[in-house]
């Protein structure tokens, strides 16, 4: 593989991971600034079949009462392959009050971990293609 084809393909990483890192960083700012906190009760599960693919994910399904003291019922952006949650359990949520549809387990693994995970990667990816650079014959 050439030289141009490595920096080409560590740059796409550095690219990927820094935009992953920083879309997720800045839905959990925005949340965490419109958002209110409160407790759910899991009600259910809700099986999806992935296009093309033939795996199954399943996510929660949520109930919990809003600021108003409606009740909101709505899937948790936390599937999986199997199934993580029983009907009744209750998971620590926020949701955006502008809208209340958008919910998010408040937890640090999701909110704090996965984005410093994608930013750590991508400046380690950075630094091996900065080396790279500046190692390389000319």
């Known amino acids: 593989m050439s030289g141009k084809n490595i920096h080409a393909n560590l740059f796409f990483i550095v690219l990927i991971a820094f935009g992953i890192g920083g879309f997720w960083t800045y839905k959990v700012y925005q ?8 407790e759910a009760v899991i ?14 994910h399943y996510c929660p399904l949520v109930k919990f009462i809003n600021e108003e003291q409606k009740t909101i019922s709505d899937t948790l952006a936390l599937c999986a392959a199997e199934v993580h949650f029983s009907k009744g359990d209750k998971v620590s949520i926020i949701y955006d009050k502008t809208k209340p549809k958008d919910v998010f387990v408040n937890d ?5 971990l996965v984005p410093a995970l994608c930013f750590g990667i991508g400046g380690f990816f950075l630094l091996i293609l900065l080396w790279k650079s500046f190692t390389q014959e000319k």
């Open 31 to 38: 949340i965490h600034q419109n958002g209110f906190a409160t």
């Open 43 to 56: 009600v259910g599960t809700v099986s999806i079949q992935l296009p093309q693919q033939d795996k199954v």
């Open 108 to 112: 640090y693994f999701a909110n704090i």
